[in-house]
Structure formats: C-alpha cells, structure tokens
C-alpha cells in the first residue's frame, strides 16, 4: 500500500511538473501562470507607453490574442521568448525586442580602427572591439592620428546584441569620452526632440469615467550644438543592422545633411530613444522602447539612406565605403510625419459574446490589471499585492465555465482593490446576485442585520416586520454565511462601508422571486416572513419626510439626500430666520455641497480639499540604471466664491457609513465651511471615477484620484471622523428615533422635545 501511495504522489508531481497542452493544463502548471501574467503585463506596456500605439493603426489586441495560445503552448524558456517576440514583431520596432541572455561575449578581440588604401578610416565599434565598462566611458583615442588623416569616416555599428541588455549607453559614452562628438560638431546640429506618452489619469473607456482625465504627448526638446572650430568637415557613414545602438549625434548629423546611414537589413532606433527593460517569467528580458524622434520639420524615425539584404555582411560594408567615397550621388531619405496629437486605434469592447474566448477572457485581466497598475490612485493603500492577485486570477479565468464564473472571477479580482468605488457591472453579474428588492432595507447595528426602514409602509402594517427586527437568514442562507458569500465579490474601502454594501444588495434576487426572510424581533420570537422582489432602476431614498424644515428652538433640518440644485435659493429663503441648521449627509447628494458650502464660509480663499492625480510618464521596469517610482499632480480645491447674502447661523452635517464619495466631498466642503460633524466614520472612499469597458459587456470602475483632507491626512480607508461620535442602537432603532439627529439638535443647544417624523425618526 505505501509503495503504491508513493507511485501515485510521485505520477501526480511529474504530472504537475509537466509543460501544459492546453488551458486546464496551464491553470494548474504554475509556470505556465507566470508566463501569461508576464506576457500581460509586457501587453499593458507597450499598449500605454509604446508610442506608436498612439498613432500608427496597429491592433494590438489581435496581437495579443495571438500570442496566448502560443505561451500556453510553450515547453520552455525559448518556446516563451519566441512566442513573446511574435507578439512584438506587430509592433514592427527592431528597437523593441526580445533580448537573448544566453550569448556569451566573444573571446576574440579585433582593431578599433583601421584605414583604407584610400583613406576612408573604419571605426568598427562591437564588443569585439570596444570593452565594457570604465574603459569605454573614457573612451579609447588610439584613432585620433588616423582621423587627422582621413579624407571620410565609416562607423561600423552593427552586431550589438550582447550590448542590449548589459550596456545599452555604451556607444554614446564612447563617442562622448573618446572626443568623437567634438570632432563631428563641424556644422550647427540640432538633435532631434524625443516624445513620449503621458497620462493625468485614465481617458475613459466606458461611460461614466472622469472628462478631466486624458492623456497627451510629453515632447523633450533636442540639444543645439554648436560648431567648433577644431572640427574639419568630411563626409560620415554610419553601417548598422537591427542591433546597432548609434549614439545621439548620428541622428543629428543625418538631419543636417552632413551624414549617411546604411543598414544590414533594418535600422533601430534602439540607442536614439528611452526603452525599458522588462523582466518576464523565465528570466526572459525584454527591452520596449518609450519615446519616438521628432525632428524640427515635424517628421519621425530614423531612415536608412541605403539599405541591403540582411544577409549581405560585406556587401553592406562596400557600400558604406562606397558612400562615404561619393556621398553627393546619395539622396536623401523622406522620414514619415506623423500627427501632432494622438490619434490610437479605437478599442474594441468586445462586448459579445457574454462568455469570451480563453484568448479575450485574458485580455480582460489583462485590461484590468493595466488599468489598476497604472490609474489607481489608492494602490499603495491595498493590503494584497496587486501583482500576486493578477496572477491568481489568470487560472480562474482560464478555467471559467460560462459567463457567470467569467464575470465573478473578474469581479473577485477587483475586489481586492479595497476601494468602494471599485464596481464591476454587466448582465452576467446582474442575474447572478438579482436585481429585484424586497420592499425593505437593511443596516448593519450593533454587529447584526437589522430592518432599517420600509418604503413602503403597508409592509409593516401588513406583515408586522418592525424596524429592529434582526435578519436570521435570506432564502434559508444563514445571515453570517451569506454576507461572507457577497463580501468575496465586494470591493470596499472601509469595514463599515462594507457593511453598507452587503445590505444593499443581500437580499436581491431575479425579478418576480419571494424573499424569504427569517426574522427575530425584540421579544426573540422568530419567524419567516415572504415578500416580493420588485425591480428597481435606483435604489429608493432614505428618509421620507421633508426635504427641508425649521424644527423647535429655531433649528432648520435639510435631507441632502433629495435636495435638489434648483431647491438650495428656496430652502435659504425658507430657513433665513433658523439659528442653526442640520445639513442629513446619510446619503448620497445631488451635487449641491457646492452651492451650500460658500453660503455658510465667513471668508473667501478657503481650501476645502487636496487632491493627487497620478501623472503617468514610464511602465515598470528600468530604464538603464533607474526605475520610476511614482509621479503626481497634487493640488489644492477652495470653496466656490459667493457674493450674496449668507447664512450666519451654526450649521452641523449629519455623516455615517452611506456618506460616500461625492458625500464625503460635500461633507469636507461644508466642514471647510465651519460646520461640526456629527455620527460615525464615513465610508471613505473619494476620488474621481475612472471606468473602463472589459469584453463580455463588462464594466469595471475604480478611484482614479486621491482626495485628502487639506492639511494632507488621508480620507481613503478611513473616512471622515465625526466631532461628535454617535451610532444609532438596537433599542433606538426599536423605538423609532433617530439619534444621530438628537444628539446634533442637543450639540446646538435643543434639550426639549425631540423631532418625529424628521430624519430618520418616525
């Protein structure tokens, strides 16, 4: 029995050890994982940052979907590189590339410089020639007698492969430490600008996302150099291949009319541009260029004067010799202009099939981590790696059966973004948690589920349910185990904004359904209950009493919730003689925080809030020797200036877990404004939206922009904290009042009677 336990622990570790053949293969071969992710987030790369993308017609989602089957299919770390390359070679950018680390440096050493019978000298500069490191920085000057001498100059630059990845700046520190680029400043040179992508947060894909949000070219300007008189004209020629890294001067030089270049095959841009290294599963590296040429006469790239068959190695040396011998019977290459704004391939939503393919379920997570990686404002906040959360989500979309496992294994991802404006939306979802309610709604109190309110009243006159009564179990799912069932899919800010959302959507179901609800009531009696789920395009309000009222002791109370824009000059009017007002944030407003918090502000240039956006310039990885960290726009929000008559009086806003977003803003505006908050800790969650469409009619949003509290605290998974603290309690809520409201009423010095039928008291 123990030899045969041991066979088939021995069978099952081969097994798993063994490359995948298909998707199920792959979703449970952990190498497998990590060459998706890596091939993922290469995609999301060169999609944001690659400079083409933005203007050339290149689908690189057709690229993409392409490459998937290829790394699924491959049984090692060359099969993976090869697949990886494919995927690039859309790009057509030999400055983009698949680096091959398993070269060795040559063991032969061959001249730097030789000089022809008829003095054309011939600066061959590889590895063969040049060594790495301290020497090339100071760069070799055993030529400068033959350069004297000679009448033209060839610079022989091909075969840097080796170079690529361990020194992609050694040509340019060679030309510059052996005096190359003094002795070639013979003429006024203007090396040509480089431009790349920049983003102020994620341009929408889906409706709904932030208009403030774009994206643009950053354009360095090029460096004036100036002739110097020690530099004698003569004619120069540059020989490369798909490998050569030309140093800067070349370019320049080219532009002026006062060099040609000759390319083996193809040229690259590769030592002319910004390019970062990225490391991919299996030691795979890869360099991807982000910055393009742009030249004074708004034209891009770099084009060979002449060009020969990859394969004609000496042939394209003759050449060069030939041109530098003759250059007048050379013309000159017509580089492409490209437009002065961006103008990407539109991206395709890929909204049917409901249920994708492997290939573009993939493409979602890789959309989405994209997305997150780059335009989330709160990933530093997360609390799981968001790198370690990609990758686990690669097998369940892999292996996902139908729609439903499609779109909660997306949904299961973004959960983890622990941000309450995380929201995945799409039909799939929508029919697996319901979108019809009971006539009821529910609030956590006291660490339990609780009726909250009907609205609906004959419910509680019909069925006995009281506001109190405890929620024992939805559909005979125990209460406990179906929020921890919701919760997996939930993305929240903060523990109580979490216990907003679950009560909000725990007892959907489809339309037409009976909710069965098992119910405790104060005496601990306990019975089940049956009523309709209806649907419902919005959720309705919380408070059903006036919008605005002056209550005893000349205190003016006003629902935000309902309060309409076109309603704030009349409700001012209405309540000019109240002493104080109660400003109900309990809910989500209808954009009036603006026109209320002026009104209320003693003095004008008061900062409300401070926001940062992320400016997003590079990808991961490392640009030579440097990794960009982060990069933002922070700046400051002041209340909105008003010339008119303003209230005088005291003014307290009433917040709690349903104070979220734009709330929580209108909260901070009227707190600038001198109001003290009453209640419990806000959800926490602020920030402009950023949505994105993902294919099988999905809709992801998140928080693209951080808001602070003005001295630079954060507000983000904490909330707003309350001057004065107070959580509504079981027997409160039993016996009708709303004491939230009480104890801001007793904080403005009201100690009688209590409000009814205002707020959330009945």
Not at 112 to 129: C, G
Not at 222 to 238: A, D, M, N, Q, Y
Not at 252 to 279: C, D, F, N, P
């Amino acid at each position: 029995m123990g030899t045969s336990l041991l066979t088939i622990a021995w069978a099952l570790a081969l097994i798993g050890s063994l490359p995948p053949r298909n998707a199920m293969d792959c979703a449970r071969h952990a190498p497998c994982i990590e060459r998706l992710a890596g091939l993922g987030r290469l995609w999301a790369a060169a999609k944001y940052f690659h400079p083409w993308l933005a203007w050339r017609n290149i689908d690189w989602d057709a690229a993409l979907l392409a490459a998937v089957p290829r790394v699924i299919e491959a049984r090692d770390a060359r099969e993976y590189a090869v697949a990886v390359q494919r995927m690039l070679d859309a790009l057509g950018d030999p400055a983009t590339r698949v680096l091959d680390v398993t070269q060795i440096r040559p063991a032969s050493v061959a001249p730097l410089a030789r000089m022809t019978a008829d003095n054309v000298l011939v600066i061959t500069v590889n590895p063969r020639t040049l060594p790495e490191g301290r020497e090339a920085a100071s760069g070799p000057t055993s030529f400068i007698p033959q350069w004297l001498q000679a009448e033209a100059v060839v610079f022989d630059l091909r075969g840097h492969d080796l170079w690529q990845l361990r020194a992609p700046a050694i040509v340019g520190m060679f030309f510059q430490g052996s005096g190359l680029n003094q002795l070639l400043q013979f003429a006024p040179l203007r090396a040509p600008a480089h431009r790349s992508r920049i983003y102020s947060g994620l341009p929408p894909s889906a409706p709904g996302g932030s208009i403030f949000y774009h994206a643009a070219w950053y354009v360095r300007d090029g460096t004036v150099l100036e002739p110097r008189p020690s530099s004698r004209s003569k004619p120069i020629v540059f020989l490369v291949d798909d490998s050569s890294l030309l140093p800067p001067i070349a370019a320049a030089l080219q532009a002026a009319g006062h060099a040609w270049i000759v390319a083996q095959g193809s040229v690259s841009e590769g030592g002319l541009v910004e390019r970062h290294r990225l490391t991919l599963a299996d030691g795979v590296q890869v360099l991807l260029r982000t910055s393009e040429l742009l030249y004074e006469d708004g034209s891009t790239g770099l084009v060979p004067d002449l060009t020969l068959p990859k394969q004609a190695s000496e042939e394209a040396l003759q050449a060069a010799l030939e041109l530098a011998r003759r250059p007048a019977h050379a013309g000159r290459p017509e580089r492409e202009k490209p437009p002065p704004w961006s103008a990407p391939r539109p991206e395709s939503a890929y909204a049917q099939p409901e249920y994708p393919s492997l290939a573009v379920r993939l493409l979602a997570g890789f959309r989405l981590w994209a997305a997150v990686r780059y335009f989330f404002a709160y990933r530093r906040l997360m609390t799981r790696d968001w790198d370690a959360v990609f990758v686990e989500a690669i097998p369940r979309l892999l292996q996902a059966a139908d729609a439903r496992e499609y779109a909660l294994a997306i949904a299961e991802m973004t959960a983890h973004l622990g941000d309450t404006h995380a929201v995945v939306t799409g039909r799939a979802l929508a029919d697996c948690f319901g979108t019809a309610a009971p006539p009821v709604r529910t609030r956590i109190v006291e660490g339990k589920p609780v009726v909250w309110r009907f609205p609906d009243g004959r419910v509680e006159r019909e069925t006995g349910l009281s506001s109190g009564d405890e929620i024992l179990a939805v559909d005979g799912e125990p209460a406990d185990q179906r929020i921890r069932r919701l919760t997996r899919y939930l993305s929240a800010s903060t523990p109580q904004s979490l216990d907003a959302l679950v009560m909000e959507r725990w007892l959907d179901g489809p339309p037409g359904t009976t909710a069965e609800l098992t119910v405790s009531d104060a005496a601990g009696r306990i019975r089940t209950l049956r009523l309709p789920r209806r649907s419902q395009t919005r959720r309705p309000p919380w408070r059903s009493g006036p919008i605005w009222t002056l209550l005893a002791g000349g205190i003016g109370y006003v629902d935000l919730e309902r309060l309409t824009p076109q309603k704030v000059e009349e409700m001012f009017h209405s309540l000019r003689s109240a002493r104080a007002i109660v400003f109900d944030l309990r809910g989500y407003p209808q954009g009036t925080g603006w026109l209320i918090a002026p009104r209320l502000a003693a003095r004008p240039g008061i900062v409300a809030a401070r926001f940062r956006r992320p400016l997003v310039l590079f990808p991961e990885g490392r640009a030579g020797d440097v990794e960009t960290l982060d990069a933002a726009w922070e700046f400051y929000q002041y209340l909105p200036e008003f010339e008119g008559e303003k209230f005088r009086g005291d003014a307290v806003v009433l917040i709690d877990e349903r104070t979220l977003s734009q709330a929580e803003h209108a909260a901070l505006f009227l707190r600038a404004a001198g109001a003290r908050l009453v209640g419990s800790a806000s959800a926490g969650a602020n920030g402009d939206v950023t949505r994105l469409a993902l294919p099988g009619g999905l809709s992801v949003s998140f928080s693209g922009q951080e808001v602070l509290l003005p001295d630079g605290s954060q507000l983000q998974r904490v909330g707003l904290r309350p001057d004065l603290e107070v959580k509504p309690s079981l027997e409160g809520v039993r016996a009708g009042r709303d004491e939230v409201l009480d104890a801001a009423l007793e904080m403005l010095g009201l100690t009688g009677p209590r409000a009814r039928g205002v707020g959330e008291a009945r």
